[in-house]
C-alpha cells in the first residue's frame, strides 16, 4: 500500500478536510439513495389511495397479498430466466476470456475494445434490433426456419426464450470483461506443469484453470444475474403477458395500475434478493482472501 | 502444446452475435420498404423524416442539458470523495465507502422506484431536476472509483519530492496531483456522461409526464411509433457511438503514454 497522506483525522485540520471532501457526496447519496431505498421498506406497509398516492396509516394487507399464487410464479420466473442466462453467459465468458488473454498484445487492445462497444451503444437500440429481428418477418426467426429449428409459423417473439436471449445479448460483455481480467493475470505456465505432470487437457482446465478464475467467475455472475433479476425493459418490450418478470410488475403497479404500496412490496422482495446475493458474494470473497488465493481482490470496475 | 480452435471460435461467435443484429438494423435503416424483410432499394427518406420531427429535436436537447449538467455535479463530487476514500481510514470513510458502491450493484430499477417513491412522499414535481438528481446518483460513483483507480497507481513521492523543493500543499496538488489524475477524472466524466445519455429506466421512473429524454422518445417509438424512423436513429447513435468508443480509445493510449513517462516503474506492484 502507498503511503496515506494527510491525517487520520487526528488533528482538527484534517478532520475538516476529510469532512470537506466527503460531506457532498455523502450527503447526496444518502439523500437521494440511501433514504429512498429505506422509504420503500416504509411504503410497503402503508394503504394505496384511490387517486394513486400513499394513504394514511399502516396495514400489512399488501405483504398478505404477496402470498397469492401468482407472486410466487413471476418471482420464481424472474430467478430462473435470470439464473439460466447467468449460466449461458459465464459458459461463453470461459472460452472468450481464455482467448483474448491468449491473442497477440498488439490486437487486444482493439479486440477488446469490440467486446467492450456493445455495452456501450444505447441498451435500446440493441433491444429494438433483436426486436425486429425476432418478429414474424424478422431475419433471425425466418433464419431458424430455414435451419428447421422453428416450424414455420411458430412465434419467437413474446417468448420466455426471447427473453433468454437479449438478456443473454446484452450482459455478455459484462460477464466477459471480469473474466478475461481474471484470466490475464492467470500463470499459464501452471496449465502446462499439470499437462506435464500428466493431466489430460480437460483435466487440466477444470482443476487449474477454472479454479484460477474463480474470482472473475464470480464477479461475473454476480454482474449478469443482478441486473437481470431487475430487468424491466427486456421483458417489457420481447416478452409477452406470459412470461413477465418483477419489474415488469413494479412498472405496471406504478404505471397502469396506481398502486404503489404493492408496486413498494415488491421492490422490497426484489431489495432483499440482490442484497442477499451480494452478501453472499462478499462472505465468499472474504472467505477465499482469508484463506489464501490472491490478497489483492481488486474488484472489477 | 497444441491449442484448441475452440476458444478462437466461441469468440468470433460472440462477436457476430454483438454484431450482426447492429449491421441488419443499419442496413434496414437505408432499406425502402415499409415493414422492413426483403431488400427494396436505396433510400434516405427514413433521416429526412427524423430530421423534421421537432420531438427528436427537444428530446436531444433535454437529453443533452441533463448529461453535461449531470456530468459536471459527477465529476466534482466523484473527485472528492475519491480523494476522501484514499486519504482517510476512518469509520465515516467506512459508511461513505458502501454508500458509494451500492449505486453500483443496485438493479436500475430499484433505483427509478425508490427516487419516485421518495419524490412522490416529498410532493415534489418530476420534471427535469428531478432527472438530473437521479442521474447524478448512478453515476457519481463510476466517477468516484475511476479516479481511485487512478489515485491508488499515483506515485505518492512525487508530492513529497514537490514539497521538498518548496511547493506549498496547495501548488503541489494543483501543479502535480491534478493534472497526473486528470485522464483518470476525465475518463470518469465520459462514462458518467455515456450512462446518462443511455439511461432508460431511472428517467423513465422520474421523468414525470412533460420532460422526454431521447431514451424515452426512443422507448415510446418502439411500443407504438413508426419502426423504420427508429431504424435510422438508431444508425446515428451507433455511428456516434463508435466515434466516441474509438476516440476514448486513443485518449485513454495518450494517458497510458503519459503515465509511462512520469512514472518510476514498480507502482503496480504493491
Redesign the interface.
Same mark, same amino acid.
Given at each position: 500500500m502507498s503511503a496515506r497522506t494527510g491525517g487520520n483525522g487526528r488533528n482538527g485540520r484534517g478532520r475538516f478536510n476529510e469532512l470537506l471532501l466527503t460531506l457532498p457526496s455523502l450527503a447526496w447519496l444518502g439523500v437521494f439513495f440511501l433514504v429512498p431505498t429505506l422509504i420503500v421498506f416504509a411504503i410497503a406497509f402503508r394503504p394505496a389511495d384511490p387517486y394513486g398516492g400513499i394513504g394514511d396509516g399502516w396495514t400489512f394487507e399488501t405483504i398478505r397479498r404477496m402470498a397469492s399464487p401468482n407472486y410466487p410464479a413471476i418471482i420464481w420466473r424472474t430467478v430462473w430466466l435470470s439464473a439460466v442466462a447467468t449460466l449461458i453467459c459465464l459458459t461463453l465468458a470461459v472460452p472468450v476470456g481464455y482467448c483474448l488473454s491468449r491473442i497477440d498484445r498488439r490486437w487486444r487492445q482493439w479486440v477488446l475494445l469490440l467486446v467492450v462497444i456493445p455495452f456501450w451503444t444505447n441498451f435500446l437500440v440493441r433491444v429494438f434490433a433483436w426486436k425486429s429481428l425476432l418478429a414474424t418477418n424478422g431475419s433471425f426467426r425466418l433464419a431458424l426456419v430455414w435451419l428447421g429449428a422453428l416450424s414455420g409459423d411458430q412465434p419467437i417473439l413474446f417468448t420466455p426464450a426471447a427473453i433468454l436471449l437479449v438478456l443473454v445479448y446484452t450482459y455478455l460483455p459484462f460477464a466477459i470483461l471480469p473474466v478475461y481480467a481474471a484470466a490475464e493475470k492467470f500463470d499459464f505456465s501452471l496449465l502446462e506443469a499439470a499437462r506435464d505432470l500428466g493431466a489430460s487437457s480437460g483435466r487440466a482446465f477444470f482443476r487449474v484453470f477454472l479454479p484460477g478464475i474463480s474470482r472473475g467467475l464470480a464477479t461475473a455472475g454476480i454482474m449478469v444475474l443482478v441486473p437481470s433479476l431487475g430487468s424491466y425493459v427486456i421483458p417489457d418490450l420481447v416478452g409477452g403477458a406470459t412470461s413477465e418478470m418483477l419489474g415488469n410488475k413494479i412498472a405496471q403497479y406504478v404505471y397502469t395500475e396506481r398502486n404503489l404500496p404493492r408496486a413498494s412490496a415488491l421492490s422490497a422482495i426484489l431489495t432483499l434478493v440482490v442484497a442477499a446475493l451480494l452478501l453472499l458474494f462478499l462472505w465468499w470473497s472474504l472467505r477465499r482472501n482469508r484463506f489464501g488465493g490472491d490478497r489483492k481482490g481488486e474488484l472489477f470496475t | 502444446?497444441k @491449442?484448441?480452435l475452440? /476458444?478462437?471460435l466461441?469468440?468470433c461467435?460472440? #462477436?457476430a452475435?454483438?454484431?450482426l443484429?447492429?449491421a441488419?438494423?443499419t442496413v434496414?435503416s437505408f432499406n425502402n420498404s415499409r415493414?422492413?424483410?426483403a431488400w427494396r432499394g436505396f433510400t434516405l427518406k427514413y433521416y429526412q423524416a427524423l430530421l423534421r420531427d421537432r420531438d427528436v429535436w427537444i428530446c436531444l436537447e433535454n437529453t443533452l442539458v441533463i448529461a453535461v449538467t449531470a456530468t459536471m455535479v459527477c465529476m466534482?463530487?466523484?473527485t472528492?470523495?475519491a =480523494?476522501?476514500l484514499?486519504?482517510? @481510514?476512518?469509520k465515516?470513510?467506512f459508511?461513505?465507502q458502501a454508500?458509494?458502491y451500492?449505486?453500483? &450493484?443496485? /438493479?436500475?430499477?430499484?433505483?427509478g422506484?425508490? !427516487? #419516485?417513491?421518495?419524490f412522490?412522499?416529498l410532493r415534489v414535481d418530476l420534471g427535469m431536476g428531478t432527472i438530473f438528481?437521479?442521474h447524478?446518483?448512478f453515476s457519481?460513483?463510476?466517477v468516484? *472509483?475511476?479516479v481511485l483507480?487512478r489515485l491508488?497507481d499515483?506515485?505518492?513521492t512525487l508530492?513529497d519530492a514537490a514539497r521538498d523543493l518548496g511547493a506549498s500543499a496547495w501548488t503541489a496538488v494543483r501543479k502535480i496531483l491534478l493534472p497526473l489524475i486528470a485522464p483518470g477524472i476525465l475518463a470518469g466524466g465520459l462514462l458518467a456522461f455515456?450512462l446518462s #445519455?443511455?439511461d432508460? &429506466?431511472v428517467t =423513465?421512473?422520474v421523468s414525470g409526464t412533460g420532460s422526454k429524454t431521447l431514451?424515452i422518445y426512443?422507448?415510446s417509438s418502439?411500443?407504438h411509433g413508426s /419502426?423504420t424512423k !427508429?431504424?435510422a436513429l438508431?444508425a446515428i !447513435? *451507433?455511428a456516434v457511438?463508435?466515434l466516441?468508443?474509438?476516440i476514448s @480509445?486513443l485518449v485513454a493510449?495518450r494517458g497510458e503514454r503519459a503515465d509511462r513517462i512520469v512514472g518510476s516503474g514498480g507502482r503496480r506492484g504493491?
Open positions: - | 502444446m @491449442r484448441s475452440f /476458444p478462437f466461441t469468440l461467435f460472440c #462477436l452475435f454483438f454484431y443484429p447492429l441488419v438494423m434496414g415493414f422492413g424483410g466534482a463530487l466523484g472528492a470523495a =480523494f476522501a484514499h486519504h482517510y @481510514r476512518s465515516l470513510q459508511i461513505h454508500l458509494v451500492a449505486p453500483l &450493484v443496485i /438493479p436500475e430499477i430499484l433505483m422506484m425508490s !427516487l #419516485l417513491l421518495f412522490v412522499a438528481i437521479g447524478v446518483v457519481m460513483s463510476y468516484a *472509483l475511476t483507480g491508488q499515483f506515485d505518492s508530492m455515456t #445519455l443511455d432508460f &429506466v =423513465f421512473f431514451p426512443i422507448y418502439i411500443k /419502426p !427508429l431504424n438508431s !447513435l *451507433l457511438t463508435f466516441g468508443a474509438f @480509445r493510449g504493491f
